[in-house]
């Protein structure tokens, strides 16, 4: 695969590294180890240098994640292979020595599914073990262990997960023995701590420090850099002579307790680790004749400033070649490396582009003057640790480019950090069909990102529901490209925010987890379907929402990787929609170098196997051009200026405390309106008798309540109440509540029985990784339903399900609720909707349909496919395949019922102006006895001619009314709102002829019609922009901005126009102190801190006009 999507690398002067090393160093970069500069204590020789003993030794495992995960896998020196286990506790993995021998140190490269709590045990008969170390409170990554013990047999013996998965370990190494002599120097240095065992691991001081040496291979192609900038992608090199040498300038002197050397498969069998106080007298730490490549680890204990690797001897024919010297100073915790705001540039002083209130252009092509290629490679992907963040970026200090971390997830801070709000899933907020509301969940998950220190928030994600069976199908919004659209850039708005980049997710076409990330998963869609149906949403979030950054998928889309894809990345999203902002790879998402690079993929996460060393010789061979080097990078600088990431000072970080009373407010808001009454045949709301006796039963009224999905999209909550307590809270102390979980439904029966109303609380689970078989209930859930209304004829059920789900008992119960996933106010939400307290307002964003044989991907072909995964139903997706097909749903899209009533009347539609928009408007009245409120819904039936689905969604507007009160909603189309995407010319149409509007309260409910007549056909070339008539205006996007506030800024927008008069300028969202000219000047001065969307608008005297989005940060 590689060669086929790298080719041949260029020749070289000396051998490069196995398969194996490569992928050690590039891909995982686990060891972040970080070189400081020591000086040795005087003392006595000792024993040091421990050796490794596990390697290629037989190992065993407790339980294995599947056949490509084997407990081998962990001992076999190659860190881009993995044991994973079950995901249940307690977990093992045991290495036999072969013989029983000292044990005096363990590493552990963990996966993100690392172990909280967890052992190191010793045996020699694999039977009686004895513990050698014991954690609880274990952060992930890489792990030092210092430990004294003998035996045979090693294992490492887990008790608590950090994550919902199993345990997952890249290499589980022991030593012991001695393989080198730590000496007592004479000069340079004074005594230094080393710490106790368990505790010798900090690895940040030295990282971006100055670093030089004796030679460089290839001209400085290998620079001493390489080896302190904590990216095991690039490698110092040296000629290839002895002796040679690399040192590192630590700035001051530190304790240190050991040193971590990373060998290229060019390492040293004869070295020394020296230090000093001044860079002249050097003392020798460490010293072995006997080196063996690989990776290192050498313990001591000293105190200095300098620190260097000293080679006498080579062990191959090639120079000494090193990806990394990481040195470890006393103390359990990860240094992180320094962030923004200081330094230099490229150490001639401070940093001019820090604070500047240039436009953000000019500070990137400032920066990238001073850049070396090095440092641009290391801008483009992840370092491999799991820690601080799932995701991380390393810092580069001499340019004052701040480290950033990437983390989960679309509901929340995920990942398993605590203290944070557990939102409900965005199935639940796009129920809401409220715009507003969403942008304020947006803006508590930013708030609670930016709190925890996060640069960059792993959501929203936004692909389509093509099937219900898909397993993240809670995970995302709707089967409608518009709604969809709506509310993800809305979410988007809100994360920006509070200086959160989003990063939307995943583009595109990944619509099922079975074979994800394979060829097997390879869809089949033809431009017309990718258009309309699977990008749409995509090209709105970053046109519309200026969302900094895009993920893309693990799909394959017309036999090529999303992740590769021209289609999608390239053309779809920085050709079509005017994306400035970058795409990085879903983790291990990218298949290649340099198709990924020249067709979009900017980041690859979580290492640097594909970007690190393949892009650098991809540049050397010109396979890849320095322009898109340059483009790459000036993508992630752009987004991290106009975020002013290189001002900030982060005060949160990951065990801060984020979660309050206004985001849990927030979060039962949503799943207060998110939540869809199905069916109401007048049991609800309660009252009256049936308000003081009520049976809660069923799997998901007691505390095992589906609040939340599975997967990357997991948060962990602060705090539920369960349905039974919150119903009995509110309730009150005079009312009779009881709990039966359903396990025994005879039981569950009487219950019901005796009780005035029965609320039957059911569901299913949804996984990342895993699709449904089917969108039935279990068959003793189903049969709980059945017995339960039998028994008692006032029964309503309460689903919490992930996507659409059948009912066999619909006619049996007086009641329906769709609750979803509702996060951690799943009980308080639902007490306030069976009560009253909250009249239901949710409207489903998915169609239900009666059969598992009703939905558009109902052959074996489609889903899942065998090899190929046809779309063959095109653009007859949800709704629009019921329609066709002229199949009756169970319930339809937009559909859900309300306390009260109401009625549409009014329609007007208006003709096109001439930015081709018409205003259509409708009354809504509320003819019940109830407040409440409507979401009044528009659709659009284009000419037949056109070959468009009958009718479209491309509008909604969520009005509040007393009874008997009115209000009128008013709609704008535009002419992309009319088009279709033209396979001949590659281009969006909007033809000429009579286009049918419908106003109702959903898709199968639209009282109110009309026509719009466009006279002449028209072409609207992008997703934001207006149609082409006698003149056209197009705005220059700034791409960004950020400046310091108080302080005087001034920023002229330019604008492109072609006939008509000289356009007026107008913008919405400036920063509070700001304003525009007409004449398109934006100046003034800002007085507040924080993140604006900002929309610049021009319009000409012939009425076309052009709108531009981006982010401007007051820092």
């Not at 020789?45 to 190992?59: H, I, T, Y």
């Not at 039981?747 to 005035?756: I, L």
């Not at 909604?956 to 007393?962: A, E, I, K, S, W």
Request: proline share 5%.
């Amino acid at each position: 695969m590689l060669q086929a999507s790298f080719g041949a690398p260029p020749p070289l002067r000396r051998r490069r590294p196995t398969a194996a090393q490569t992928r050690l160093a590039a891909l995982v970069g686990f060891v972040l180890v970080v070189a400081l500069a020591l000086v040795a204590t005087p003392r006595a020789a000792r024993a040091a240098g421990p050796v490794l003993l596990s390697q290629g030794k037989p190992a065993i495992a407790s339980s294995t994640e599947n056949a490509g995960t084997p407990a081998s896998a962990a001992v076999d020196g190659n860190d881009a292979t993995r044991w994973s286990s079950a995901a249940a506790d307690p977990q093992w993995l045991q290495v036999d020595l072969g013989s029983s021998q000292p044990v005096t140190q363990v590493v552990l490269h963990w996966e993100a599914a690392y172990a909280k709590s967890f052992q190191i045990q010793v045996s020699d008969n694999a039977t009686t073990w004895t513990g050698v170390y014991s954690t609880t409170t274990a952060t992930g990554g890489n792990q030092t262990l210092n430990v004294s013990g003998t035996g045979r047999y090693v294992r490492v013996y887990g008790t608590a997960r950090a994550t919902q998965y199993g345990y997952s370990l890249w290499e589980f190494q022991v030593f012991g023995g001695s393989g080198g002599t730590t000496t007592g120097g004479t000069t340079g240095g004074t005594t230094g701590g080393g710490g106790t065992p368990g505790t010798c691991g900090n690895s940040g001081a030295a990282t971006g420090r100055p670093a030089t040496a004796s030679s460089t291979q290839d001209a400085g192609t290998f620079p001493a850099s390489a080896a302190f900038d904590g990216n095991n992608g690039t490698r110092w090199s040296s000629a290839a002579a002895d002796p040679q040498w690399v040192q590192v300038d630590l700035g001051s002197s530190q304790d240190i307790c050991g040193v971590t050397l990373n060998w290229e498969a060019a390492y040293g069998t004869a070295y020394q680790i020296q230090t000093s106080d001044n860079g002249s007298t050097w003392a020798t730490a460490y010293s072995t004749a006997a080196g063996t490549g690989g990776t290192e680890t050498r313990n001591f204990t000293a105190h200095a400033r300098y620190l260097r690797v000293y080679g006498t001897q080579r062990a191959t024919q090639w120079g000494y070649s090193l990806w990394e010297v990481q040195v470890l100073s006393p103390g359990g915790g990860q240094t992180e490396p320094p962030g923004g705001g200081t330094g230099g540039d490229g150490g001639n002083g401070v940093c001019p582009w820090v604070g500047s209130t240039a436009p953000v252009a000019d500070r990137v092509a400032q920066v990238l003057s001073h850049m070396t290629q090095a440092q641009k490679l290391t801008m483009l992907h992840g370092n491999g640790a799991a820690q601080p963040y799932i995701g991380n970026t390393d810092a580069i200090p001499p340019l004052c480019i701040p480290a950033m971390g990437f983390h989960d997830g679309p509901s929340g801070v995920g990942d398993g950090f605590g203290g944070v709000t557990q939102l409900p899933a965005a199935v639940s907020s796009a129920a809401t069909w409220d715009t507003g509301l969403q942008k304020q969940y947006g803006t508590v998950a930013g708030a609670e990102f930016a709190g925890k220190g996060a640069d960059v928030a792993l959501g929203p994600t936004m692909n389509i529901v093509r099937d219900p069976r898909w397993g993240r199908a809670f995970e995302t919004y709707s089967e409608d490209p518009y709604l969809s659209a709506q509310m993800a850039t809305a979410n988007i708005q809100g994360i920006q925010s509070q200086g959160v980049m989003a990063q939307a997710k995943h583009v595109a076409v990944y619509n099922q987890e079975t074979n994800r990330n394979g060829p097997a998963d390879n869809a089949i869609v033809d431009q017309r379907t990718l258009h309309e149906i699977y990008l749409p949403a995509f090209q709105a979030a970053v046109s519309k929402g200026a969302s900094a950054s895009v993920m893309c998928a693990y799909s394959t889309v017309n036999g090529v990787y999303a992740c590769q894809n021209a289609d999608l990345l390239k053309k779809g999203l920085y050709q079509e929609a005017g994306f400035n902002g970058f795409v990085t790879s879903d983790w291990g998402g990218a298949h290649s170098t340099v198709d990924a690079a020249n067709n979009g993929m900017t980041v690859e996460m979580p290492g640097g196997y594909f970007y690190a060393d393949f892009l650098s010789q991809a540049l050397a061979s010109g396979q890849v051009s320095q322009a898109t080097l340059d483009t790459m990078v000036t993508r992630v600088l752009t987004q991290m200026f106009s975020f002013g990431i290189f001002e900030k000072h982060k005060t949160g970080n990951r065990d801060s405390v984020v979660t309050s009373a206004a985001h849990q407010a927030t979060a039962r808001q949503v799943a207060e309106q998110g939540s869809v009454l199905l069916k109401n045949s007048g049991v609800l709301p309660l009252s009256g008798a049936a308000a003081t006796s009520i049976a809660v039963i069923g799997p998901d009224g007691g505390a095992g309540v589906r609040s939340v999905g599975g997967g990357s999209a997991t948060a962990t909550s602060s705090g539920t109440k369960a349905p039974i307590d919150a119903i009995k809270a509110r309730a009150g102390a005079g009312a009779t509540v009881t709990y039966n979980d359903g396990t025994d439904v005879n039981a569950a029966v009487n219950a019901a029985r005796s009780a005035s109303v029965a609320v039957v609380c059911v569901g299913y689970g949804e996984n990342e990784g895993t699709d449904l078989g089917g969108i039935d209930l279990s068959s003793a859930q189903n049969q709980l339903v059945q017995q339960v209304a039998a028994a008692n004829p006032n029964t309503v059920v309460v689903l919490n399900t992930g996507s659409a789900v059948t009912m066999p008992w619909l006619g049996q119960v007086k009641g329906v609720i769709e609750e979803w996933y509702a996060g951690q106010e799943v009980g308080t939400s639902l007490a306030a909707l069976l009560f009253g307290d909250v009249n239901p307002s949710g409207k489903l964003p998915v169609t239900f349909p009666a059969s598992l044989n009703d939905v558009p991907a109902h052959t074996a072909a489609q889903w899942p496919g065998s090899g190929n995964v046809q779309y063959s139903e095109g653009l007859k997706v949800g709704y629009r395949w019921y329609d066709a097909q002229n199949i009756a749903p169970l319930f339809p899209f937009g559909f859900g019922l309300s306390y009260t009533t109401f009625s549409f009347s009014g329609l007007q539609v208006g003709a096109l102006d001439g930015s081709g928009n018409a205003t259509v408007s409708a009354t809504v009245t509320n003819t019940g006895t109830r407040a409440g409120a409507e979401i009044a819904q528009l659709y659009v039936g284009d000419p037949a001619s056109t070959g468009e689905p009958a009718k479209q969604l491309k509008g909604f507007q969520r009005v509040d009314l007393q009874p008997g009160a009115s209000a009128k909603v008013t709609f704008t189309v535009s002419a992309h709102d009319l088009a279709y995407w033209n396979t001949t010319t590659s281009a969006w149409t909007t033809p000429a002829g009579a286009y049918q509007i419908m106003v109702g309260d959903s898709s199968r409910n639209l009282p109110l019609t009309g026509t719009l007549t466009v006279a002449t056909a028209m072409k609207a070339a992008t997703v934001g922009a207006s149609a082409t008539g006698a003149s056209r205006v197009t705005v220059v996007n700034p791409q960004g901005m950020s400046s310091p506030a108080d302080t005087s800024v001034r920023l002229v927008v330019a604008v492109k126009a072609t006939g008509g008069a000289t356009p007026v300028f107008s913008a919405t969202g400036l920063p509070a102190g700001l304003a525009i000219s007409r004449d398109g000047v934006i100046s003034g001065t800002p007085g507040r801190a924080g993140t604006s969307t900002v929309s610049v608008t021009a319009t000409d005297g012939k009425g076309a006009a052009d709108t531009a989005t981006f982010v401007w940060t007051v820092t």
